[in-house]
């Protein structure tokens, strides 16, 4: 009696989460649109809905409604796949993110570790579309990705590390709560600057989104895409956005830290992760892209570095207020 | 086995003769960020350019042809329709070259009225060059900005010539009307608001390290190879040559106007860049100073209705926006010209973009073209 | 130091953000057109009245000047007022040489550019309706008064 209650409990909290991803994705395309519209002193979308809050939803009806174009000559089985893979790391992240204090979808003693192991994932949905797609652009967009994502992934996890050795385990919830007395982002200035950085490299946001640059390679990997697959690509990557925002908030801005009733802790948490995507929008429109070698120099000769010198000088520093504290 | 008629899939793979060449891309006619309908074929080895192969003609549309065939006067309208972006300086050159050909003195009134309206065109023609300049390296705001305030400068020649894209204002002989009323106050208004906004662009772009460095040591041009392909205007001056026509052969009373020539000294992308920036300076001096001094007096000469120039033929050069703009006309004593050539700047510099792009990779071609400023209703004609 | 332009940069369009948008909402806001504004072309009456002559006695002039030939002029033996007038608007490019052209004044520029139609035949146009009418002055003065009402409601705001 007991097992079939537990296991529709579980698959209930999956829809739940399920079911909020598609939101916030819809509701991220409109703040993009807004706030990149007021920095261009103009408004964005004003129509449908107060506010133009409808116009992402009719915008989705509109894709899901097109003709399905498979070309000539593409690899099938491939280019049918991709747009499947690319959501799969993002849906099994977001069952690991922890909201309040007891609120989350699974609860395992290494979370953080399975995200970060999960969301390298994205890169073979890169290189599916790329390669799948029978096209120069979409190749070279694919390459392009794939040597991206490669080369940021190492900054961004080793500048996690830190916080782990400051708070003695990888498990997300109890990241959280060992930031009751200062957030993480005070001491590892270096570390939170250098993950946000590298996961706007990861996720293809300006100014590093080099597979789809608009000017060069109009859309990059995304080119031979239509209907409701290319809808598949684009909200993947604002659920991207969503996600990586959610880790930084966690890891570095205490999460849910000043309360732990669940409903406060939930409204703080989305609070903090709002102004975290806020800021990625804002300098999405202000900043030019890199051009290649510049942002792989950028990478392994700044980036790479900078993390490797904050995880020594971290744990020497919690090493020795270690043994300060047990003398 | 003969390989070429089967699909590409059930081809047998033979590895010791498989064709070898670089990859063959087409940036086509299609394209976000090619300044028209310009089509170009690179090749490319991993992100490097081996070469390049300019295709145009896709805007062509017989102008040449057609001036056969109308009168001098019913022509006029279609010489706005080369540079689009400054239309008031194509006209310019062409009302100077017929004048000149029949011999007509423009009053004094008209002239500063017509420089003007070309140095507000440059200004207008700039701004467009800023925001694809940003878009190019993949930031969406500078457009904006840059269009938003030509919108200022669109309102201004509205009220002054009736249009915004294409004018027909300025005659053979003059303007077509006289300045309206409260014209110069809202001039005024424009010249004082407009540095303001000049610096904003200042803080957002030009001061932008990644701009910068997308931007500096690429595209280099030595001053031998512009001068032989026969490069002219802000491309040219990018290269350390001090060479401006308003100050070379002065047209439409330009010597009376105190401004200078901003010229380069490495000829990469980021001083022809720079050097129209700080054109627009100079430019909104110069409407200054003339809306400040406009002497009183007819505003056209009087002119027959129907031009029949003597025989004899003439060229006569401007500095458009882009460039040089130079026109050739043959003229037999008819109504209608017997021969009329126009040199366009366009024309010359996207033929520089085959030497100027090797080496580099695909990126910075984007960002060369940009730099060149083409238009390709200018080029194809 | 090193990151001092990207900061400014982040500032300008922060301040952007905070400013109040330069979009005019097109349907239900007008735009204001100079009076030089390039626009339809009609025929001027002899006076402000619907039964009253045109100015145009059917020379053919414009016809003739136009770079176009969008202008089609047909007169009868012995009548003071063309029989056929027909403007092609598909063609014209509103160069506005017909109007300085014409010996009797007859030809008006207005600032009408929100003409739409279905198929190419409805571009065409004939004399009934390139009439100056009064109408057509009372419907401007209309548009006048709306827009000032609209621009004074936007400065409040």
Redesign the interface.
Known sequence: MVWWIELLWSLLKLVIAFAFIFITALVLIWMLRKVMGHMQYRRGPLHHGPHGIWQTVFDALKLLGKEDIIPTGVDRWTFICAPIVVFIPTLTIFAFIPFAEKITATNIEISLFFVLAVMGLSILALLMAGWGSNNKYALLGGLRGAAQMMSYEIPMIISTMGVVLMAGSMNLTEIVRAQQHMWYAVPQVIGFFIFFTASLAEINSTPFDIPEAESEIVAGFNVEYSGFRFAAFFLAEFVNLFIVCALATLLFLGGWQPSTNPVWGTIIFLAKTYVLIFIAMWIRSTFPRFRLDQFMDFGWKVLLPLSLANLFVTGVIVLVVDKIRSV | MNNENM???EQELVLDDLPKDY?E?NFGPH???THGVFRFIAKIDG?RIISIDPVIGYLHRGIEKIAEN?TY???K??VDRLDYTGALNNELCYCLAVEKLMEIEVPERAQAIRVICAELNRIAGHLIFFGAM????????PL??GF?DR?LIL?IL??????RL?F?YITVGGV??DV?DGFKAKLDKFIKIFPVKLK?YE???T????????LKNVGILKREDLLNWGASGPTLRGSGVRFDIRKVEPYSGYEKYDFEIPVGTTGDVFDRYIIRMEEIKQSIRIVEQAANSLPSGDYTAKVS?ILKPPEGEIYYRNEGTKGEIGFYIVSKGDKNPYRLKIRTPSFSHINMLSFAASGN????V?VILGSFDTVMGSCDR | MLGIGLVKGLKTTLRAFFSKPVTLVYPYRKVEIADRGQGLIRLRMAQLDPTAAYKCTGCGICEKNCPQHCITVVKKEGEKQPDTYMVNYGLCMFCRICIDVCPFNALQQTQEHEFIGGSRQDFIRQKESLQMKTVYIEEKKEEKKEINENSRQESKE
């Open positions: 699909f590409y899939e990859m891309v394209h976000p960020s992100e109308r006067n019913q022509f309208p279609l940003g878009l190019e390296t993949g930031a969406f705001t904006l900005f938003i919108e309102n509205e009220m002054l010539a009736g249009g294409t027909n077509r009307e309206p904003r803080e957002l772009i001061g932008n390290e990644i701009f910068v460095n997308r209705r990779y695909i990126a910075d984007i």
